[in-house]
C-alpha cells in the first residue's frame, strides 16, 4: 500500500482521532477547518484555515494540494463542488453522492422514506414560520423541528404548544449551518431508546456493523452513550437491513452513523452521517477490536475488515465547558479523575471555550452492566472542570 495525502475537511475532535488513525497506518493528512488550532490540526502533517463553503477557496486548496482522498467530517462544506473532484480522479469519502446527500437532512430523508420505502417519522420541510406552521399541524403535537444543515443537535427543539412554534423557528435558524435557511419538522416517535449503528462499508468486503450504541441527548448534543445498548435481536436486525440499504445505495467505503428511534413496533431510521459519530467516543474505551475510528481509516485506505467484535463493555460521558473563553483552558480535577479504576479520559485541545462545549470525554469500560458503567463515566466528567 502506497502512502495516500489525505485531505480532511473538518478538524474538530472526531477529526483529531481519525487523523491519529491514520498516521498510524503511515498516510499523509491535511486538515483543515475555519479556525486556527482545531483539534485535527495538532496533529496533521499540514493545515489550512479557510471558510468550506466558500467553493473558490475549497477549489483553492483541492488544486493546490492535490490529495488521494477528501474526508469531509462537518456538515458546513459547499459539498456540491465534490462531484467535480471524483471527476478529476480524487476519491471523496465514501463517495460525492453520499457527502452531498447526507450533508442536507431533506435529501436522506427523501431517499430513506421515498425511494427505499424504510420506516420513518412523518415529516414535512418547512422555508418560513408560516410553512412551519403548517408542517406543525400535518405532524401534530408534540414534534421535533431541526434544520436541514447542522450538527451535534444545534438548533434542534420540541414543539409541544401553539407559542412554541415561532421560538423553534428563530432557534433552527440560530443552529442552522451554511446558508440553507429551511428546517425539517418531524412526527414525535414514542421509542423506547435511541441507538447509532456504526455501519461499515468495504470496498472488497461485505457490510459489517458494530453493536449497537446506546446515547442520551440535552440540548440536542450527545452527553453519555454506552455499548452495546441491550435490544431485542430482531429488531437490531431490522435496523441492520436499513441501514445496508441506505449506505449501499450511497456507495463508497467507510464508517457511517446510522441513527433510529427503537420503538415498541420496531426500529425507525432517524439520521444518518458518513463519517465517525460522536457517540461512537465509546469505542476508544477498548470496547472493539477496533475503533469507530481505525474502522474508518482502514475502510477508506481499502484494508479489508474481517470481522468486528464486542471485546468488552463501555461508556462515555462529555467533559463540558461552562463558560465563553478565548483563551486556551485550563483543566483541573484530573488528578482525581486518574484514581478511578477502569476508566480514562481524553482531552480535545480545542484552544477556546463557550458554555456546553464540548471538551473532552470520559471513558468507561468492564463486564459490568452498560448502567453501571454509565455511572462510572460520569463520576470521571464530573471531577474535571474546565476553566
Not at 465534490?82 to 431517499?111: C, H, W
Not at 414560520?129 to 421535533?144: I, N, T
Not at 441507538?195 to 470496498?203: C, D, E, P, R, S
Amino acid at each position: 500500500m502506497t502512502r495516500k495525502k489525505i485531505l480532511l475537511l473538518g478538524s474538530g475532535e472526531l477529526g483529531k482521532e481519525f487523523v491519529i488513525a491514520c498516521q498510524r497506518l503511515g498516510q499523509y493528512v491535511v486538515a483543515v477547518d475555519n479556525y486556527l488550532g482545531a483539534p485535527a490540526m495538532q496533529v496533521a502533517h499540514e493545515f489550512e484555515v479557510i471558510n468550506m463553503l466558500d467553493a473558490n477557496e475549497l477549489d483553492r486548496i483541492v488544486a493546490k494540494h492535490n490529495p488521494d482522498l477528501i474526508v469531509p467530517e462537518i456538515e458546513a462544506i459547499r459539498t456540491e463542488q465534490f462531484y467535480n473532484y471524483e471527476n478529476q480522479g480524487i476519491k471523496v469519502v465514501p463517495s460525492a453522492k453520499a457527502a452531498n446527500f447526507t450533508m442536507n437532512r431533506k435529501a436522506i430523508r427523501d431517499l430513506a422514506a421515498r425511494d427505499l420505502g424504510l420506516r420513518t417519522a412523518t415529516y414535512r420541510y418547512a422555508t418560513s414560520f408560516e410553512e412551519l406552521k403548517k408542517g406543525v399541524h400535518v405532524c401534530g403535537m408534540p414534534c421535533v423541528v431541526k434544520p436541514l444543515m447542522s450538527s451535534s443537535g444545534k438548533g434542534q427543539s420540541v414543539i409541544k404548544t401553539e407559542s412554541d412554534i415561532e421560538k423553534a423557528w428563530n432557534y433552527a435558524m440560530e443552529g442552522s449551518r451554511g446558508d440553507l435557511k429551511e428546517v425539517i419538522v418531524e412526527s414525535f416517535v414514542d421509542f423506547d431508546f435511541e441507538i447509532t449503528l456504526l455501519t461499515v462499508t468495504q470496498k472488497n468486503g461485505e457490510t459489517l456493523f458494530c453493536p449497537p450504541i446506546g446515547h442520551k441527548q440535552e440540548r440536542g448534543d450527545y452527553q453519555e452513550s454506552w455499548q452495546p445498548q441491550p435490544m431485542l435481536n430482531e429488531y437490531l436486525l431490522e435496523a441492520q437491513d436499513m441501514a445496508a440499504k441506505v449506505t449501499k445505495e450511497l456507495g463508497g467505503e467507510g464508517i457511517w452513523g446510522v441513527e433510529f428511534f427503537i420503538t415498541k413496533e420496531g426500529a425507525y431510521f432517524s439520521e444518518l452521517s458518513p463519517r465517525p459519530h460522536d457517540t461512537g467516543m465509546v469505542t476508544l474505551a477498548g470496547t472493539q477490536n477496533f475503533s469507530e475510528f481505525e474502522l474508518h481509516a482502514r475502510a477508506i485506505l481499502g484494508l479489508p475488515i474481517p470481522e468486528i467484535k464486542l471485546l468488552i463493555n463501555g461508556a462515555s460521558s462529555v467533559v463540558l465547558a461552562s463558560k465563553e473563553s478565548t483563551e486556551y483552558p485550563v483543566f483541573k480535577g484530573l488528578e482525581n479523575a486518574s484514581k478511578i479504576a477502569n476508566t480514562s479520559f481524553v482531552l480535545f485541545g480545542k484552544p477556546t471555550s463557550r458554555p456546553y462545549r464540548r471538551m473532552g470525554v470520559a471513558l468507561a469500560c468492564g463486564n459490568e452492566e452498560v448502567v453501571e458503567l454509565v455511572e462510572l463515566a460520569k463520576s470521571v466528567s464530573s471531577e474535571i472542570k474546565v476553566s
